[in-house]
Nanobody, 119 residues
C-alpha cells in the first residue's frame, strides 16, 4: 500500500522558514518523480514544485522560485521542501504526491501538513 506522510508544518512569522518532509512507503521511491502541491484556505490546488527520480532535475512554480527548494533522499525514502522567506500567501495545506510513471499527473497523495504564515 502506497503511503505518503507529510510533516513539518506549523505556524511561522512572515520572513521565516520551514522544512517540510514526506515519508514514502509501499513503492520503489527512487523509481518515481515526486511533487509538492498546496491548497490555500478557500482556494483550489496549486502545484508548487517537482523533482525527478534521482533529484537531478527540479521544477518550481514561478512564485516559489528562489524561495523554495525541493530535494529528496532516496536512501531514506523521503521528500523535502525547504521554504524560506515565507509570506502570508504561502499559508496552505501542503501535500506531497507521487508522479505517474512517465509523467502526466499524480496518482497518490498524502493527507497534508498545514503551514500558517502569520505574525
Amino acid at each position: 500500500e502506497v503511503q505518503l506522510v507529510e510533516s513539518g508544518g506549523g505556524l511561522v512569522q512572515p520572513g521565516g522558514s520551514l522544512r517540510l518532509s514526506c515519508a514514502a512507503s509501499g513503492f520503489t521511491f527512487d523509481d518515481y518523480a515526486m511533487s509538492w502541491v498546496r491548497q490555500a484556505p478557500g482556494k483550489g490546488l496549486e502545484w508548487v514544485s517537482a523533482i525527478s527520480w534521482n533529484g537531478g532535475s527540479t521544477y518550481y512554480a514561478e512564485s516559489m522560485k528562489g524561495r523554495f527548494t525541493i530535494s529528496r533522499d532516496n536512501d531514506k525514502n523521503t521528500l523535502y521542501l525547504q521554504m524560506n522567506s515565507l509570506k502570508s500567501e504561502d499559508t496552505a495545506v501542503y501535500y506531497c504526491a507521487k508522479e505517474v510513471a512517465g509523467g502526466g499527473g499524480m496518482d497518490y497523495w498524502g493527507k497534508g501538513t498545514l503551514v500558517t504564515v502569520s505574525s
